[in-house]
Structure formats: structure tokens, C-alpha cells
């Protein structure tokens, strides 16, 4: 589905720099979204003239391997995975959905604790030929110990379920709070302190050689304040360069949507197109028009100049360190 233009956009300072966008760009997301489940992932409000809330499509990419034997690389995990560990557990209300499960709060009988236990079915994992990814997910995030990043507590297994015991981000999502913002975007301070620590999560996980490849506000997380980042089902974790195709369309850096050689720069992309949702209540790329960026008017210069910083080609994107340093997050 098509994502409505803000009223108030111009188009003061188009930076467009690919020249060969329109057709070639319209027939990659025509493969992109029939080989995607292209299911109504969240409903989201342009800030148009009418201010009426619009149903927005965003497509979840499932993993489309250039080479396909990379999709039937299927480990059987069962083995070292711990089990019967939900006893300990009380399971309260679910909190969320995903691709393979559901969310739930909890709490751990022993110390009262609160967490989330994220439940993923062992059938439909199985059928889709996912378990790798899963073994991914849970061995990345298990290395990941940073404030910004939600912290994997345990793992193991039921008769039905994978189930990933997470800390539990007690203000919900990101994409959540920013629906309730006027006119559905932050005040730039706002946007500027969360962004700041995106940015330190992106730092630590580029000093692990981690790449998330769905930073999106699905998967941020408000906890006590603090910005999380969560979801590490399509993060990697080596140095080469990959080209396989995967995350939200919204969100696809140029190179990964050309099939062209990526690496962990695609989530400081991501970052610039998050900026730009944080700031104005909408993402900038339309997915049938390519990739031509425009401001609408209210925004700062500083704002501005970040986001050119990242929403360019890999080759003249800027490093993580630069964003950090950035007048805008001062
Ligand atoms: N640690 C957590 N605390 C609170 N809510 C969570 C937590 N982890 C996930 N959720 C909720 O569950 C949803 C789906 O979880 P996520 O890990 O993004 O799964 P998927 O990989 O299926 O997208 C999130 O968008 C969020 O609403
Ligand atoms: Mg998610």
C-alpha cells in the first residue's frame, strides 16, 4: 500500500542520487513483495490534511537468500537447549506479536521479577526453516550486554515452544509512543535523546561486529525511560559482506534493495530513516518512487544535515562515530 505524502512537505532540497530509481526500483519491491508475506504489520497515521489515521502496510521481508542453499541450513538445537524451565514462570497477558510467536509478560515465581518471554513455535519454525535463525538470534543477543540493548535472560525449550526469557521493557514500543505524540512525531530534543541512544546500541553492537538489519520502532523499547533496542531474529555477526535480502521495506538501505554487497553501515540507513520517522510522523521513501530525499520545512538545519549524513549511498555514508559526535545529538 501506498504511504501518503505530508501535506507540508517541499521540496527544498531534494537529494537524489540515483539517477535510475523509478522502473528498476519499482520492479525489485514488485519481486520483494511477492516473495514477502505482505501483511499489515502496524497501522500508522500520515500527518495529512486531514489528520485521519491511514492504514499503513509495512511488509516484513522474509529472508530471501540470494543463495538458497543458505535457507536450508537447519540445525537441530533441541539438544543443548535446557527444558521445562517454564514452571518457574507465572505467565501473565501477552504483549506483543510476531513473525513466529507471541510476547508475554511474566513473572519469575522465585524473586517476583517481572520479564517478557517471547514463545516462538517449534512447528512453525520448523516449516518455515528457520531454526538457524533462531540459533542466531539467541546466540547474538546472548553476547549483547549493553543499557540500550535488551538483555537475553535464559533460554530453553517446552514441549511446543522456544522460549526466550527477555528483560521487560515496562513502557512498550517505540512505534507505540510515537503514535501518541501530536501529530504522531517527536519534538526534536525528543527525537535528538532517543536516537542518541539507538546510536550507542548501533556503537556496541559495530565494536561485536554485529549487524541488527531491522532496526525499526517495532523493535525499540521504552524500559523505565531508557531506549532499548530489541529483535535480534535477522542480526548477524561476522565481518564479510552479505547480500541477503531481509527487514522491512521502509527501512531497506539502496544496496540491499539493488542486491548489491552489504554491511553493518545498513543500520546506521536504518537510523537516518528513523530520524526522519521520529521527527516527522512519516518514513521518507516511498516504495514505488526510489530513493529522493525531502524535508519538510519545520525542520532544524542540524536535523537535516544527520540525516543527509546517512540516507546516501554506502559510499559516502558516514560512520557511527560521526553520528555521536553530531551537533544534533549534543
Ligand atoms: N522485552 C520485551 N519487553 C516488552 N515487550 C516486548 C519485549 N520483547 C518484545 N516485546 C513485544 O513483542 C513484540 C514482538 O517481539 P519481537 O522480538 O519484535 O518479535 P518478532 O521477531 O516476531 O518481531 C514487540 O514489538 C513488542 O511489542
Ligand atoms: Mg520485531
Redesign the pocket.
Known sequence: MKRQNSANATTTSPSKFFSNTSNQFSEILKQITQNSNNKPMRKACSPNSNNQMQKRVKT?ITSISRNPNLNIHNKNISASVPKNKLEYYQVLEQ???????K?Y?CLLNQTKKLY?I?MIDKLYLKKNQMLHQLHREVAIQQMLKHQNI?QLVEFFETTNNYCLV????TG??L??SLMKQNNRRYSEPAASNIIKQVACAIQQMQQQSIIHRDLKP??I?W?NGQIKI??F?WSVQDKKERDTLCGTIDYLSPEMVFGQQYDNSIDLWSLGVLTFELTTGRTPFQVQEGFTLQFPDYLSGDVKDLMKGLLTDKKNRKSIEWVLNHVWLS
Open positions: 516484513q504483549i506483543g506479536s510476531g513473525k513466529f510467536g510476547v509478560k517478557a517471547k535488551i527477555l528483560e521487560y521493557a512498550g514500543t512505534f507505540q517495532e523493535n523499547l524500559c530489541s529483535d531474529g
